[in-house]
């Protein structure tokens, strides 16, 4: 059996972008369909939208833990608490591990600036370190959904 993670990395390896490959490694286990995983997912490429802002992978995490989590209940002060306490138990390791959580500073290039996104497109990191921070993301967020 493929593991979450590599299964992520192959997501990520067929055109799809962080967000997308995170997201729709877990999603059905939660409720969501992986082709709306891989939709929903859609706009968080390049940092949101190639804005080198909140890397993809760490969104796609963050979707996962709401989808396990979050709120759906008028009121529902306990959920609410339990989703801020496990985003924040997730950033802090993914920070830990990888430095950052914004794209532009794990890439050490603005995407957001066509000459910046070129030379990282050229240098290759896309291939390089984006699998990294897949793999590594979803790893993560598998000991947080895991935590009780």
Known sequence: MVSKSKKAVEIFNNGFNCAQAVLSSHSEEYG?????AKKLGGAFIGGIANNGELCGAVS??????????GQYKDNDIESKEKTIKKTNEYLQ?????YGSIICRDLLKY???IKEEALKAKESGIFK?????LVKGSVEI???????E
């Open 32 to 36: 969501l369909d992986t082709i709306f």
């Open 60 to 69: 796609g995490a963050l979707m996962l833990i709401g989808l396990k989590y």
């Open 93 to 97: 390791k993914f920070k830990n591990e």
């Open 110 to 112: 603005d995407i957001s």
């Open 128 to 132: 390089t370190l984006c699998p990294v």
């Open 141 to 147: 967020v598998e000991k947080i959904l895991e935590m």
